[in-house]
């Protein structure tokens, strides 16, 4: 430990040399990933040291750090230290060369010496010299009324190499490069002034330091908060107990006020927002969630928190001031925007963040912008971010940290290929987003979680090839379109006609569906089953009478019944359910062990929302999920899966960067066209 101790400190890029506490205050960022105290006091006469590190085994090093070392003083100094009963060890910290003995009092003393980590030279002497007579390459501002840094005047040489770094930047109409003063970028700034200096004023400079070493500090708690898996108790007013990971988001979001807490489903997410807004004070605050889940998120509120909550439903009249927390779907947003915005919120919570993915296409969107620009602590939730293809993320953090991934085109450029929505390297991306701490992604195998296996089954099964021939006439104009139409005709008929072969590929599985379920149903005490239209649904209920099945759609009302009649009523053995309805819905869990995905969806996302009703907290059995996939090439499952395919690996990417990643095998991107030749040929 002592080795990775004196590496920590001796390889580090310091920023303050001359100014002690700054530089006592940047030595600690790096030492929070040990456990550590400051300016401890020593036994009577002994003096304060700087840092007390304490090893697993009970080994105590004392660390001091002098600027302005002075011989004989300092070696007064240290003989104090060494005579403490609480230090084992001493480490001692320059800027300057001194001689230090290597044991006092029978106690080892390491001396680390940084200025040579200041500049370029590393011989003695040269350092003030140096720091006179360095080369500047150009001038740098902070800009407080855009909240961006300015380069001006920069020499070609190192104009050339920011641009390297900086790719597609611009020149502005003053004649400089101009940075938005976020962390990255930031960092991204101080490594290039490393090579490149720039004059500043002693105000910018400052300013600049203070911010490099703030993001420092924040990365190596984080690092600790996460990677130490400590107990993290919190003093809040809670009824029941959180579990230690969901302790450990609160220590995380505390430093993190903006950011996406993406844990798998099943893990709590509802408990650790109110962890956040009670640890954060933040009151009032606000809670943006799906239609059907409003009901959901008050009653978990109340059993976890004594937090006075008030919805913002539709339909009510009187809208109550002075709560703690406000709770307001995504359908609502626009109606209610005016009072949200008078309730001058301290933080806003969005459930299911996904649903901000389309961007200001949509006038939700519009709305949470409007609302996020007054408030500090931005909280998205979601264990699927992405539905479709990555470019989706842009979307999400442009609401929860506007400028932290750029503008729309800086993204793209960056990040995307194939015009604007696949990205090219899903797990940089990734990587990049859990790096800056603007997103926090467990697992249940991350969090030890014991949960009953999962198997996941996919079965090919008959289809009615005459429901799927009975199209062929009709879809015929739009086929002769797709392959030989304008490219705009083309993207009409590819779209109408994959919504046609869907129905009709749903219509004529529909019949052994049914068939698969009553197989099931002989072992299966209870099943959820999952399609896609309702006509699918209507063949499905009635196929499926003797086991009294429930439907889950329309209105609240008649889905929460559904819900009931299937966890209450032993008679009632299939829920019969939309693929896309799974987000948010708990308790299904403790009914049943086994899904049935008779219908994909266009998104993986949408089957691992379903797939999770089951498998969370609380499961006590194996969990079986059967996909069931036609096995007619005329079909549009074959389509739907080749999406899949490449989506899976968009999403799994960005949001699990250091899990196992689906392999994208596409076994006919050009599917579609081909379903299209064959309805031609016949």
Request: positive net charge; glycine residues 6%; hydrophobic residues 35%.
């Amino acid at each position: 430990m002592i080795k990775e101790l004196i590496e920590c400190l001796e390889y580090q890029d310091y920023i303050n040399y001359s100014d002690e506490k700054l530089l006592q205050e940047e030595i600690y960022s790096y030492l929070v990933a040990f456990e550590v105290d400051r300016e401890v006091q020593l036994e009577k006469g002994l003096g304060i040291i700087d840092f007390i590190v304490t090893f697993p085994e009970g080994t105590r090093v004392g660390i001091e750090l002098k600027t302005k070392p002075k011989g004989s003083e300092l070696f007064r100094q240290l003989h104090k230290y060494a005579r403490s009963e609480k230090i084992d060890l001493l480490i001692l910290v320059t800027t300057k060369e001194v001689d230090v003995v290597e044991k006092i009092n029978e106690k080892e003393v390491y001396y680390i010496n940084i200025s040579h980590n200041a500049l370029l030279s590393t011989k003695k002497n040269e350092f003030k010299q140096l720091s006179k007579d360095k080369m500047v390459y150009g001038n740098i501002h902070f800009d407080p009324n855009h909240n961006e840094w300015i380069i001006e005047d920069i020499l070609p040489d190192a104009r050339m190499i920011l641009r390297r770094i900086f790719s597609g930047l611009q020149k502005t109409r003053n004649k400089g490069f101009r940075f938005k003063n976020t962390p990255h970028v930031l960092e991204d700034l101080h490594w290039f002034m490393g090579r490149y200096p720039m004059n500043s004023s002693e105000k910018d400079s400052v300013l600049l330091n203070t911010k490099i070493l703030d993001i420092k500090k924040r990365k190596a708690a984080n690092f600790k908060i996460i990677h130490e898996d400590k107990d993290v108790l919190h003093n809040l007013n809670v009824k029941y107990n959180p579990y230690k990971f969901q302790n450990q988001f609160v220590e995380f979001f505390q430093t993190n006020s903006k950011m996406v807490l993406a844990d798998q489903m099943g893990l709590g997410k509802t408990e650790q927002a109110y962890l956040g807004i009670l640890k954060k004070e933040a009151f009032p605050s606000i809670i943006v969630c799906e239609t059907g889940l409003w009901k959901q998120w008050k009653s978990r509120g109340e059993k976890f928190t004594h937090l006075d909550i008030e919805t913002l439903e539709s339909g009510k009249k009187t809208l109550r001031k002075g709560a703690d927390v406000y709770i307001v779907t995504y359908s609502m947003l626009k109606n209610r925007e005016k009072f949200l915005l008078d309730l001058d919120a301290k933080m806003i919570v969005f459930d299911e963040v996904q649903n901000l993915r389309t961007g200001d296409k949509s006038t939700k969107y519009q709305v949470a912008e409007n609302i996020t620009s007054r408030i500090e602590n931005i909280l998205g939730l979601s264990g699927t971010p992405i539905y479709n293809y990555g470019n989706e993320i842009f979307n999400i953090f442009n609401i929860v940290y506007p400028d932290f991934l750029g503008t729309s085109q800086e993204f793209n450029r960056e990040w995307t290929k194939y015009g604007e929505y696949e990205v090219k390297d899903p797990v940089a991306l990734g990587m990049f987003l859990i790096n800056n701490n603007v997103m926090l992604r467990r697992t249940k195998q991350d969090i030890k979680l014991n949960l009953p296996k999962v198997h996941k089954l996919v079965s090919k099964i008959k289809c009615d090839q005459d429901k799927l021939d009975e199209i062929k006439e009709k879809s015929k104009y739009l086929a002769e379109l797709l392959l030989f139409g304008e490219r705009l005709e083309k993207g009409r008929a590819t779209r109408e006609l994959t919504v046609m072969i869907r129905r009709a590929t749903g219509i004529a599985k529909a019949p052994y569906i049914v068939e698969y379920c009553k197989m099931l149903l002989k072992t299966k005490k209870k099943i959820i089953l999952a399609g896609w239209h309702l006509t699918v649904y209507d063949i499905l209920k009635e196929g499926l009478k003797e086991f009294n099945p429930s439907i889950f759609r329309e209105t609240h009302s008649k889905k929460q019944k559904a819900l009931d009649e299937f966890m209450k009523d032993d008679d009632c053995r299939i829920l019969i359910i939309p693929v896309r309805a799974g987000a948010g819905i708990d308790g299904l869990q403790h009914a049943c062990n086994t899904l049935v995905i008779g219908e994909l969806d266009w998104t993986n996302a949408a089957h691992d929302q379903l797939i999770e009703r089951i498998d969370r907290v609380g499961q006590k059995h194996e969990v079986d999920i059967h996909f069931l996939v036609s096995d007619s090439a005329d079909s549009s499952d074959q389509e739907v899966i080749d999406r899949l395919a490449i989506k899976k690996v968009q999403s799994d990417g960005i949001v699990n960067p250091t899990g196992k990643q689906t392999e994208n095998i596409l076994a006919n991107s050009n599917i579609i066209k081909n379903i299209a030749k064959n309805i031609l040929k016949k």
